[in-house]
């Protein structure tokens, strides 16, 4: 097992990530337990010692779980880590009762990192009104208190979110955690946001490595590229690559739902073998041709906005756009129009195409605006 150094401790490279249990009968909801212990066995006796689950995950049944088969070790043995589920307006007020069960659940009296889960258009006002929720006061005092040994956050929001975060409570944060792989390097500017966590002394952990599964398997042609580059190595391999080659990274999390995607995974961690430039440089371009593929050309250059009667962001819409049409759904981009007011969503698009008439790209936004407004409806 590859190991990372964080302050005085020594994280291994690959975290299991406790969303994507193994189930039964198709149900999120029912784990499978006797194939999550199996696989948590595994998982310690080739030296993983980083365990992340949440409140939300399985319906509330990842941390039972997890909780059980954890208090088979000596606590000493493993770092555990959970989430304040402010994702959910309906928990904003509720973090003493929610971290107190958490507590229960997990069956630990510490926990070795916490994160605010989720931090994102939608939420960012209600964590950072500590006056009304409390919420950054009372994870401060349990980390004060031991119960907390290291404080960090997840980030599914625009950069400018992320940088709001920092900007107000950045002193007390030791880790993020966001969603990073070859695709979403540029897709979801996560480039930037690496910059801005180093620019911060803040080291990066990841979530979705594969992107759900997406970069386990390529077209025939993608992966044709690649083996010509190291035949030896499996496609999967290349995301954790990816990432290993970055500095910035101290852990990667991966979903993991059966022993078979553990055992690959150990395999891959077993040694690091990070990519060159010219494997970096070849991953990126078979990115952005992935890319290209129903997805829409915006360069941002907002020549669009000055001409939009409605003040649309329009860059912004289109990567939103780009991402629910890449991803197939998801919550990201219902997540961050929530967030805006119903005259700057889609809808609000009058079909005037006076962008158009300046969009260097001959981008047909009105089409663009009305087949969102139909996906998201």
């Given at each position: 097992?590859v190991?990372?150094?964080?302050?005085?401790?020594?994280?291994?490279?690959?975290?299991?990530?406790?969303?994507?249990?193994?189930?039964?009968?198709?149900?999120?909801s029912?784990?499978?337990?006797?194939?999550?212990?199996c696989?948590?066995?595994?998982?310690?006796?080739?030296?993983i010692?980083?365990?992340?689950?949440?409140?939300?995950?399985?319906?509330?049944?990842?941390?039972?779980?997890?909780?059980?088969?954890?208090?088979?070790?000596?606590?000493?043995?493993?770092?555990?880590?959970?989430?304040?589920?402010?994702?959910?307006?309906?928990?904003?007020?509720?973090?003493?009762?929610?971290?107190?069960?958490?507590?229960?659940?997990?069956?630990?009296?510490?926990f070795?990192?916490?994160?605010?889960?989720?931090?994102?258009?939608?939420?960012?006002?209600?964590?950072?009104?500590?006056?009304k929720?409390?919420?950054?006061?009372?994870?401060?005092?349990?980390?004060?208190?031991?119960?907390?040994?290291?404080?960090?956050?997840?980030?599914?929001?625009?950069?400018?979110?992320?940088?709001?975060?920092?900007?107000?409570?950045?002193?007390?944060?030791?880790?993020?955690?966001?969603?990073?792989?070859?695709?979403?390097?540029?897709?979801?500017?996560?480039?930037?946001k690496?910059?801005?966590?180093?620019?911060?002394?803040?080291?990066?952990?990841?979530?979705?490595?594969?992107?759900?599964?997406?970069?386990?398997?390529?077209?025939?042609?993608?992966?044709?590229?690649?083996?010509?580059?190291?035949?030896?190595?499996?496609?999967?391999?290349w995301?954790?690559?990816?990432?290993?080659?970055?500095?910035?990274?101290?852990?990667?999390?991966?979903?993991?739902?059966?022993?078979?995607?553990l055992?690959?995974?150990?395999?891959?961690?077993?040694?690091?073998?990070?990519?060159?430039?010219?494997?970096?440089?070849?991953?990126?371009?078979?990115?952005?041709?992935?890319?290209?593929?129903?997805?829409?050309?915006?360069?941002?250059?907002?020549?669009?906005?000055?001409?939009?009667?409605?003040?649309?962001?329009?860059?912004?819409?289109?990567?939103?756009?780009?991402?629910?049409?890449?991803?197939?759904?998801?919550?990201?981009?219902?997540?961050?129009?929530?967030?805006?007011?119903e005259?700057?969503?889609?809808?609000?698009?009058?079909?005037?195409?006076?962008?158009?008439?300046?969009?260097?790209?001959n981008?047909?936004v009105?089409?663009?605006?009305?087949?969102?407004?139909?996906?998201?409806?």
């Amino acid at each position: 097992m590859v190991y990372r150094d964080f302050q005085n401790l020594k994280l291994s490279a690959l975290g299991f990530g406790a969303m994507r249990l193994p189930v039964l009968a198709e149900s999120d909801s029912r784990i499978d337990e006797s194939a999550t212990l199996c696989m948590v066995d595994t998982a310690m006796k080739h030296g993983i010692n980083y365990y992340d689950t949440a409140w939300g995950y399985h319906s509330g049944n990842s941390e039972l779980v997890l909780g059980r088969a954890l208090a088979r070790y000596p606590r000493e043995s493993f770092y555990l880590a959970t989430k304040f589920p402010g994702y959910d307006p309906g928990n904003w007020e509720k973090v003493e009762e929610i971290f107190s069960k958490q507590l229960e659940k997990l069956q630990v009296d510490y926990f070795d990192f916490y994160l605010f889960h989720n931090v994102c258009e939608m939420n960012i006002d209600a964590y950072l009104n500590d006056e009304k929720y409390g919420i950054y006061s009372y994870l401060v005092e349990q980390k004060r208190k031991g119960r907390i040994r290291h404080l960090g956050f997840s980030c599914h929001g625009s950069v400018d979110v992320l940088k709001r975060f920092l900007d107000a409570y950045g002193e007390d944060l030791e880790f993020c955690q966001i969603q990073l792989n070859y695709l979403d390097w540029t897709f979801q500017n996560a480039q930037e946001k690496v910059a801005l966590l180093s620019e911060r002394g803040i080291p990066v952990w990841v979530m979705e490595p594969l992107r759900g599964g997406k970069l386990a398997k390529l077209a025939p042609e993608y992966e044709k590229t690649l083996k010509a580059l190291r035949p030896d190595e499996e496609i999967p391999a290349w995301a954790f690559r990816f990432l290993q080659s970055l500095p910035q990274v101290t852990m990667i999390l991966s979903g993991m739902s059966n022993q078979e995607q553990l055992e690959k995974n150990l395999h891959t961690f077993s040694e690091d073998k990070k990519l060159n430039e010219d494997e970096k440089a070849a991953l990126l371009d078979l990115a952005d041709k992935m890319l290209s593929i129903g997805t829409v050309p915006c360069t941002a250059c907002h020549y669009c906005v000055s001409r939009c009667p409605q003040g649309l962001d329009i860059p912004r819409l289109i990567a939103l756009y780009n991402e629910h049409a890449y991803t197939g759904g998801g919550f990201i981009a219902p997540m961050a129009l929530g967030a805006l007011p119903e005259e700057k969503r889609p809808q609000a698009c009058l079909q005037c195409r006076s962008c158009e008439q300046v969009c260097p790209q001959n981008i047909k936004v009105s089409e663009v605006m009305r087949d969102f407004t139909a996906k998201l409806s």
